[in-house]
């Protein structure tokens, strides 16, 4: 193991020395073979091609020494790169030469713990197969990576697997580093020489201070735009109160009656009206602003779209009015027609609504009914089936005692078979310590060789580097003398000199400003036109709007007089929908008096069907609700319009 160890020290050493940016892989191997003439023939060139590999395949060792670091190795010191550089040459390319037993000498003679770990990673299946086959498939093609590198190394590892639980085994068997006890350091005292007494220091002149200015009066004032808001405020707060007032009477106006014989004089109309006003809370916080009447701004797309559509409503009304100037027909009778239908509409809508809301209801009732008969139908399909699963757990304890006896058989089988395995792998580990010490007597021979034929080859390329030194070397005359007002003469039209083209480009982009400032000033006079015309059609604007204002007011006028308070529906689909919700909750109550009262039981949510009953029930009582407001927003708006009208 000594020999082992010394020439994997000795490739160690050599890797540590390679620098690649001071000088080739080649030259270093050269010196590297110089500074070994004192060793052995042997020795020297397994060193020697131990080194030549680690350099030719350097990216592919540095792929699994950087991932073992950043992965498993984290506690072991980077000195150790080079070698882990080393055994994974050894394993990945001189495994099937050396032989299993040289490749575990060569591992037992360095440290055991840090082989552990690197083997355990770089034999891992999982690393293999994944991302170390994908990384050296980047350098190199995928077939020879798989076919040279990662099959052989696959059917290495159950042996390397092995030699990892020997080392474990080893590391186990150690004995513990006893712990020294460390020196404590004895304080000695310090030899201080005594200080001499300091003499009263001259007291330093007391500064004057500059005088400071007083604080403006302004910085206690409230500023004059706060108080201006606050002026703004009371006024506001006061003109809503006054028309909150004026609100007030208004309603109690409408709603106080007079007596008969009671003179309606304006200054008892007063006096009677602030003794029923209630009183006006007042709120310190409330606060109003002034509205701003500025009108909204419009993009030229809202504005162009608005006026185009106000232009045709215009032409609508002006083709209408031409119609019924050459005697055309009015549209009163159709809309008095029109209203009709509505009315009958709106009643068929509100018979609708009943129905659907009875239809709802019997569903539910239906549903109640449905789902107790499907828990009773439930009930004797449970007792059922708990009948044929006891029948079926029979079976399966039945199944399950011939599977114990039959598994008790295969064990003994295999038992025999494993005894007569070990027997042939003893055989077969005999035969390969046999072919690798054959192996080995022909790598050594093999080694002799390759290093002969590479300092041939090295020789040959030092002699081609250094004539090619020899040619950069000469001098080259660079530099060429050119004329701009030289015509090139090549041969082509419009061939022209460097002074004329500038000349020429310089024209060019005289008149591109010309054409641009032209242009600018057409841009500018079309905006200007496209302004005023969006100027007139906002005028345009403003005018319609104001005109479909009134009409609007006009028209919401007439709703509010012609809106009655719809009638309940009477129908004789809803009549015959209430007979039969009523009889199937006959039934329903009928069914669940026969039922057998529940057990007690602990308290639990409320069930679903209840849950439902109640959501129909408060459903409905909305609707009632609902109506009646109707009804009574329909009697109050007859009776203010009759007083409007005396």
């Known amino acids: 193991m000594a020999y082992y160890r010394k020439c994997i020290e000795t490739v160690i050493e050599q890797l540590d020395k390679f620098k690649a940016e001071k000088c080739s892989a080649g030259q270093f191997l050269e010196l590297a073979s110089a500074a070994l003439q004192t060793l052995s023939p042997q020795k020297r060139a397994f060193i020697l091609e131990v080194l030549s590999g680690c350099l030719e395949y350097r990216r592919l060792l540095a792929v699994v020494v950087d ?29 099937e030469e050396l032989g299993f037993q040289l490749f575990c000498d060569i591992v037992r003679s360095q440290p055991v713990d840090k082989m552990r770990k690197f083997l355990g990673f770089f034999f891992n299946p999982i690393n293999l197969c994944s991302w170390i086959k994908d990384e050296w498939s980047l350098i190199y093609e995928i077939a020879h990576v798989r076919e040279n590198w990662i099959d052989p190394l696959m059917r290495w590892q ?24 460390a020196k404590v350091t004895e304080p000695k005292e310090f030899k201080l020489t005594v200080p001499r007494p300091r003499a009263i220091p001259v007291p330093e002149p007391i500064p004057s201070v500059a005088k400071s200015k007083p604080v403006p009066r302004s910085t206690y004032l ?17 003109k809503a109160e006054e028309l909150l007032l004026r609100a007030n009477i208004e309603e109690l106006r409408c709603a106080v009656p007079r007596s008969r014989g009671e003179p309606l004089t304006q200054g008892s109309q007063k006096q ?54 050459d005697g055309a027909g009015d549209f009163s009778e159709f809309l008095e027609w029109q209203r009709k239908v509505q009315a009958e509409d709106r009643a068929e809508q509100l018979a609708a609504g009943e129905c659907r809301r009875l239809q709802g209801k019997l569903s539910h009732e ?42 008790k058989e295969q064990v003994q089988q295999v038992v025999e078979v494993q005894r007569n395995v070990k027997a042939a792998q ?15 007597e022909e790598s050594r021979e093999l080694l002799q060789r390759s290093a002969e034929a590479a300092k041939e080859e090295q020789r040959r390329r030092c002699e081609l580097i250094a004539q090619l030194r020899a040619l950069e070397t000469q001098p080259v005359r660079k530099g060429k003398l050119v ?42 006079q079309g905006k200007r036109a496209r302004s005023q015309g969006l100027q007139n059609v906002v005028e345009r604007i ?54 057998p009262a529940p057990a007690p039981r602990a308290a639990r949510p409320r069930p679903r069907a209840q849950l439902e009953a109640q959501h129909w029930l408060e459903l409905e009582r909305s609707r009632e609700r609902r109506l009646r407001t109707l009804q009574r927003r329909g009697s109050a708006g007859g009776h203010a319009r009759r007083l409007e009208a005396a």
């Open 67 to 95: 991932a073992f670091y950043a992965r498993a190795g984290c506690l072991c010191p980077h000195a150790d790169y080079s070698l882990f550089e080393v055994i994974c040459y050894l394993a990945t390319f001189q495994l």
């Open 158 to 181: 159950p042996e390397v697997q092995e030699l990892i639980d020997q080392l474990e085994e080893v590391l186990a068997h150690q004995p513990t580093p006893s712990k020294t006890k």
């Open 222 to 238: 409230q500023p004059k735009e706060q108080q201006l808001l606050e002026v703004t405020k009371r006024h506001n707060r006061w």
């Open 272 to 325: 009677k009206q602030l003794r029923l006003m209630p009183r006006i809370l007042r709120t310190p916080k409330l606060t109003f602003y002034k509205t701003s009447n500025v009108p909204v701004k419009l993009n030229t797309a809202a504005i162009l779209r608005e006026g185009s559509l106000y232009q045709r409503q215009v032409e609508k009304e002006l083709e209408r009015v031409d119609k019924l100037v």
């Open 366 to 407: 239906e549903a109640i009914l449905a789902r107790r008969h499907l828990a009773q139908g439930n009930k004797q399909k449970a007792d059922q089936k708990k009948e044929e699963t006891a029948e079926l757990m029979q079976q399966c304890a039945e199944r399950r005692l011939q599977e114990e006896m039959s598994l």
């Open 426 to 440: 003893m055989k077969l580990l005999r035969g390969r310590q046999q072919i690798v010490q054959e192996v080995m």
């Open 483 to 524: 004329d701009l007002t030289q015509t090139p003469g090549y041969g082509l039209e419009g061939e022209m000199s460097v002074v004329e083209l500038r000349e020429r480009l310089a024209l060019r982009k005289e008149s591109q400003r010309r054409e641009e400032e032209e242009k600018r000033d057409q841009i500018i």
């Open 542 to 595: 403003s005018l319609c709007r104001a005109a479909m204002g009134r009409s609007a007011a006009l028209r919401w006028e007439e709703k509010k007089a012609g809106c009655a308070p719809p009638a309940p529906p009477q129908d004789e689909r809803v009549l015959e929908l209430r007979r039969q919700v009523e009889e199937k909750a006959a039934e329903r109550r009928g069914q669940a008096a026969l039922l």
